[in-house]
């Protein structure tokens, strides 16, 4: 059956149980979780967003993929975006595969180019437009429980001003990897494997970057290099477990030294004149799990992003794919149990094709065959 608003007299009744009542609880209030919200609100359904930080947190992932523009053309946000000062980039520069580096331009791409974000700013714009178009969007807020109450769920939301309730009709959980309402509702992760991220983020004081994609595979697995906006620039180094335990030992002596012995950063990093930050603000480490949700869609609740299904950063799809995952999601909230089965095996085909995609890409590079990191990637990709 169709998702169709409650009559104003639901909400009454209530009253007396101090509960507030709305259509949709949507836990998370990152790319996925308020594009899901902003699709909702949008169809005339009450919508509340429980976001666990006060302000947008500095995550990782600073780039939209081309084609990024028509989805955020459907949230009505593509004006925003443009005048928000995201960076376009041109293309990528890869040394993958061979010694030599190629080039890959979205100048003629009909898709348009790629973009790397001030992701603070992107998500801040993306709750703003939540609220104007009528959601409630709690900050500093965890759900600490919910439960089944016939046909409607009762969740527990620790605030700033305490422990509030409240009653919803569905559940939509953009919790990121961890997944901690799926996981709640009994749910668990298939995963395929797991990398590490080691994330760098200084300001650019002096000195110029193209605005193109920088990436090089190592023997111990790939970097990335990219300006972001506002005169920053990010530097990744994608690795196994244990290789980031070593780099990140003695305060990352070990990655500094695997980052001089590149052949596309070196040189170019070394002309820069980066803003000095202390070691413990400046790196970061982000473990990632190529996995997805055993179970993306259960009785009244469903997983959009990553907590449905967390990719290899080697895509470089994830907010693309979060922004499609919300205007399925929202479809499938609206339409009952016919859209629930169209966004299970929407999931499931979407990660399918990451997994091979994923398989393709890594087994590009084969000039390291004992090298631990290639050898376990092409060992999944078989």
Known sequence: MALQREPAGWRALTTATKLTCHDVLVVGGGPAGLATAIELVSSGLDVVVAEA?????????????????????????????????????????????????????????????SWHLDRARFEATLCTCAQERGAMVLTSTRCVSVERAADRWSARLRGPAGIRTVCVRWLVDSSGPAATLSRRLGTRRTVVD?????????????????????????????????????ERLVTVFVTDPLNARVLTAHAWDGWRRALAATQLFA???AGLELKARPDTARYRVRSIRVSRLQQVVGERWLAVGDAAAELDPVAGRGIHDALGDATEAAHA??????????????????FHDHLVERAAGYGLEHRWPAARFWRDRHGVAS
């Open 53 to 113: 930080h006060a302000v947008p947190a500095e995550r990782y992932g600073e780039t939209l993929a081309p084609g990024s523009l028509a989805r955020l053309g459907r949230l009505g946000l593509a004006e925003a975006f443009l005048v928000d000062g995201h960076l376009p980039c041109p293309g990528t520069v890869a040394r993958w595969g061979r010694d030599r580096p190629g080039h890959n331009d979205f100048l003629l791409d009909p898709m348009g180019p």
């Open 194 to 230: 797991r990398v590490v991220a080691l994330v760098r983020i200084d300001g650019l004081l002096a000195g110029t970057l193209s605005a193109q994609t920088f990436v090089e595979s190592t023997p111990d697995g790939w970097w990335y290099v990219a300006r972001l906006p506002g």
């Open 333 to 350: 909230v609206i339409a009952g149990h016919a859209g629930s089965v169209r966004y299970e095996a929407r999931i499931q085909s979407r």
């Open 267 to 269: 040189e170019r990093l």
